[in-house]
Nanobody
Framework: QVQLVESGGGLVQAGGSLSVSCAAS????????MGWFRQAPGKEREFVAA????????YYADSVKGRFTISRDNAKNTVYLQMSRLKPEDTAVYTC???????????????????WGKGTLVTVSS
């Protein structure tokens, strides 16, 4: 069982930067690949970024590539999402998820994840 708690959301101006974190409970955190998803008002949840259990592989949605960076610290049981050059369309609830599956076989969709956090709101003002 893994419990995920996000933090770090808030209000930021367009063009600014913000980092959100996801703290995991459980001693097996390092065996899980981790992902960030987001859901904007009135829209379906979408994939944002993912990182393998070792941190050696990362994967990004085209909409955030070059602006967002995912990282993890297995000693702290935490995964991070550093967001820069934020746009109003990045406004959403950001949620982290964990999956215990081989990296190449992981489907970064809602049904592909094993555990979810409750999310943290990021608002980008224009």
């Amino acid at each position: 069982q893994v419990q995920l708690v996000e933090s770090g959301g808030g209000l930021v101006q367009a063009g600014g930067s913000l980092s959100v974190s996801c703290a995991a409970s459980g001693r097996t955190f390092s065996s899980y690949a981790m992902g960030w998803f987001r859901q904007a008002p009135g829209k379906e949840r979408e994939f944002v970024a993912a990182i393998s259990w070792s941190g050696g592989y990362t994967y990004y949605a085209d909409s955030v590539k070059g602006r967002f960076t995912i990282s993890r610290d297995n000693a702290k049981n935490t995964v991070y999402l550093q967001m820069s050059r934020l746009k109003p369309e990045d406004t959403a609830v950001y949620t982290c998820a964990a999956v215990n599956a081989p990296w190449r076989r992981t489907s970064w969709t809602d049904s592909g994840m094993d555990y979810w956090g409750k999310g943290t709101l990021v608002t980008v003002s224009s």
